[in-house]
């Protein structure tokens, strides 16, 4: 039986990670993109290949369009056409006012965040259309429930990205139900990652934020990871055009 291939940008850290590994150990082959950190997406890709799929890691920047269409192609390359995609890559910048952000940070974060989606989004389509092989095909796109927040003092930048995304995710759907191919998005809360120390710089954001999330506590990257797999899988079927919110209550 034909393994489903599943690419998964920003792959290497955090929810991407997780989904690599826990998308390996339920039957499908990976591409684990990564920006920067070689070593750390040997590791994803090789929990990958200990949970018994091919896996491969693939360099690119997720901001530029030339690595998109790259990455694309070597994935179907060395896996097969995809039947997958998770459109994860995203940075948030520095925490803090808007008022007192630098120009640098914000259009770093919509370069990655938006227009970087948009394009993944974009090649993801012409992957899966081309790869008309019956139902089955989707894409999950990962936003946060910062969207609906709004991240005030934190980052509303990054918050006015992923509303972008859901909207992304809404319009995308709609064009690509007449081909079989689902899109939806989960949309995370506070999560345990890398991202809060490397991204905006706060080390103990979760700690100080933990206490106002309804079920008192952050989510792991494995518990995002559940809800990537559902709705990348069968048993989402019907669904598409959703934006999971997976966020404890808030």
Not at 102 to 128: F, H, K, M, Q, W
Not at 164 to 189: C, F, M, Q, W, Y
Not at 196 to 215: F, K
Request: hydrophobic share 45%; glycine share 12%.
């Amino acid at each position: 039986m034909t393994r489903p291939v599943l690419l998964v940008t920003g792959g290497s850290r955090g929810i991407g990670a997780a989904t690599c590994i826990m998308a390996a150990g339920r039957g499908y082959d990976v591409a684990v993109n990564y920006r920067n950190n070689v070593k750390a997406a040997a590791e994803v890709v090789a929990a990958c290949e200990a949970a018994g799929a091919k896996a491969v890691a693939l360099q690119g920047d997720m901001a530029d369009a030339d690595d998109i269409t790259r990455v694309f192609a070597e994935a179907k390359a060395a896996l097969g056409p995809l039947t997958h995609v998770v459109n994860n890559a995203g940075i948030t910048g520095r925490s803090g006012p808007l008022a007192e952000a630098e120009i640098a940070v914000i259009r770093e974060c919509i370069d990655v965040n938006v227009t970087g989606a948009i394009l993944v989004a974009r090649e993801a389509a012409r992957a899966l259309i081309d790869n008309g092989g019956g139902e089955g095909r989707a894409i999950v796109n990962i936003s946060s429930v910062a969207a609906e927040l709004g991240s005030p003092g934190e980052y509303v930048w990054y918050a006015a990205s992923k509303g972008a995304v859901d909207s992304l995710t809404i319009g995308l759907a709609k064009e690509l139900a007449g081909h079989g191919i689902r899109v939806n998005a989960v949309a995370p809360g506070i999560t345990e990652t890398e991202i809060h120390a490397l991204s905006t710089g706060e080390a103990g954001r979760v700690e100080r934020l933990a206490p106002m999330i309804p079920l008192k506590r952050a989510a792991t990257a494995d518990e995002i990871a559940e809800s990537v797999l559902f709705l990348l899988s069968e048993a989402s079927r019907y669904t598409t055009g959703v934006i999971l919110k997976v966020a404890g209550g808030r």
